[in-house]
Antibody, heavy 125, light 109 residues
Framework: QVQLVQSGAEVKKPGSSVKVSCKAS????????ISWVRQAPGQGLEWMGR????????NYAQKFQGRVTITADKSTSTAYMELSSLRSEDTAVYYC??????????????????WGKGTTVTVSS | SSELTQDPAVSVALGQTVRITCQGD??????ASWYQQKPGQAPVLVIY???NRPSGIPDRFSGSSSGNTASLTITGAQAEDEADYYC????????????FGGGTKLTVL
């Protein structure tokens, strides 16, 4: 059973960047996507973007376009999310989650069946 | 603002049936998925596709859809079902983006 293991908590200054990792343990990425979803304190879930690791193709929510970069290293089954120009409103728990992708049809599956435990990112001066 | 709309809070008496809804234009063409999130924990997928439950999810959870509205029904709610519930699906922009509903806080009385 695949587990997604995320990197540890981060404390960052406003204006800096953060890079969070997500390693697939007990399996590989295969034909899946990895999405990044964040949750600010007391707020709901917010999708940031996703990557198809075997193709290296990423797409992003319009809100984060230009500020977020999602990459993947197939050799280590690890995905990364880098968020730049951090501000206090980026303080949140960041989750990675596995979704589906059919490489033959190019069809995305929008449900996310495996989630990491989350990485707390605190942005404070 | 979210393209998927959920009621902020719903309550149900122990053992009764509750329906949590999710509205959005994209739901006319795409299925919603449903997630349960308890405090301090990551979300857990409970329903996906037409009405599919991942392994380990009790059969009191079911999903349905009509028009622009998807529903999650819990038949015989248990105390442990008290949680936040989120729907998600594709957005309506045509760019394969994902969107989440704002979430529904379920209280079991």
């Amino acid at each position: 059973q695949v587990q997604l293991v995320q990197s540890g908590a981060e404390v960052k200054k406003p204006g800096s960047s953060v890079k969070v990792s997500c390693k697939a343990s007990g399996g590989t990425f295969s034909s899946y996507t990895i999405s990044w979803v964040r949750q600010a304190p007391g707020q709901g879930l917010e999708w940031m973007g996703r990557i198809i690791p075997i193709l290296g193709i990423a797409n992003y929510a319009q809100k984060f376009q230009g500020r977020v970069t999602i990459t993947a290293d197939k050799s280590t089954s690890t995905a990364y999310m880098e968020l730049s120009s951090l501000r206090s409103e980026d303080t949140a728990v960041y989750y990675c989650a596995r979704g589906g992708y059919d490489i033959l049809t190019g069809w995305y599956y929008y449900y996310m069946d495996v989630w990491g435990k989350g990485t707390t990112v605190t942005v404070s001066s | 603002s979210s393209e998927l709309t959920q009621d902020p809070a719903v309550s149900v008496a122990l053992g009764q049936t509750v329906r949590i809804t999710c509205q959005g234009d994209s739901l006319r063409s795409y299925y919603a998925s449903w997630y349960q999130q308890k405090p301090g924990q990551a979300p857990v997928l409970v329903i996906y596709g037409k009405n599919n439950r991942p392994s380990g999810i009790p059969d009191r959870f079911s999903g349905s859809s009509s028009g622009n509205t998807a529903s999650l029904t819990i038949t015989g709610a248990q105390a442990e079902d008290e949680a936040d519930y989120y729907c998600n699906s594709r957005d309506s922009s045509g760019n394969h983006r994902v969107v989440f509903g704002g979430g529904t806080k379920l209280t079991v009385l």
